[in-house]
C-alpha cells in the first residue's frame, strides 16, 4: 500500500480529501477530539487553523495512505515536544477511511511513522486510544506498551457517554 508523506503545500491541496476522511471517520463514531454532526468544512478548518501550520513550521509530519490515487488513511507524528522531551514524539490522528479497514493501511502508516520517529532521532513514541477500540488491537501487535487507562477521558463522538481511553508507548531504535 503507498504511503505518502504530505508538505504544507501538498496538504493544501488535498484538504478536500482529506477534511472528508476525517469527517467520515467522526460520523463512523471514532474518538478523535470531535463530536458529532462534524461535516467536511469544519473538519478542514481543522485541519488549516491546527496542522497545515504545524506542518509548515516543521513540528508535525503528515502521511496518507492511498488506494488508486484516493487518500483512504491518514497519520500524524507531532514533534512538537518541550526541550527536555525532544526525544520522543506524540503519534496522533491514526484514520482509515470505515469502508477500507482492515486492509493493513493503519500498520503501514504506523510503520512509516515509526521509521520517520527514528530518521528524527525519537527513541520513545507515546500514543492514546479509546480502551476497548480495535485500535488498541493494532499497537499491541506493533510492540506498543500499555502504560494505563484513563477512565471517562472524554465525550464519545456521538455523545453517548464517556469513554475510558489507553496510553501506550514504545522505544524505537534512533536512526
Not at 508535525?60 to 518541550?82: F, H, N, S
Not at 484514520?95 to 515509526?114: D, I, K, S, Y
Not at 479509546?130 to 499497537?139: C, I, R, W
Request: charged share 20%.
Amino acid at each position: 500500500m503507498p504511503i505518502e508523506e504530505l508538505t504544507a503545500a501538498t496538504a493544501e491541496a488535498e484538504l478536500p480529501a482529506l477534511a472528508g476522511l476525517l469527517a467520515a471517520c467522526v460520523a463512523a463514531g471514532a474518538s478523535v477530539n470531535f463530536l458529532q454532526p462534524f461535516p467536511p468544512q469544519d473538519a478542514a478548518a481543522w485541519w488549516r487553523a491546527k496542522v497545515l501550520p504545524a506542518l509548515a513550521r516543521g513540528e508535525r509530519r503528515v502521511l496518507v495512505a492511498r488506494v488508486g490515487g484516493a487518500i483512504i488513511g491518514t497519520a500524524q507524528l507531532d514533534l512538537a515536544t518541550p526541550p527536555n522531551q525532544a526525544h520522543r514524539a506524540d503519534v496522533s490522528k491514526v484514520l482509515v477511511h470505515p469502508q477500507a479497514r482492515r486492509r493493513g493501511a493503519a500498520r503501514a502508516l504506523m510503520l512509516a511513522l515509526e521509521a520517520i520517529a527514528a530518521e528524527e532521532g525519537r527513541t520513545l513514541l507515546t500514543l492514546d486510544t479509546v480502551t476497548g477500540s480495535p485500535a488498541e488491537h493494532l499497537y499491541r501487535g506493533l510492540g506498543y506498551t500499555l502504560a494505563g487507562v484513563i477512565p471517562d477521558y472524554a465525550l464519545a463522538a456521538d455523545r453517548s457517554g464517556l469513554d475510558s481511553t489507553s496510553l501506550f508507548w514504545k522505544r524505537i531504535p534512533a536512526g
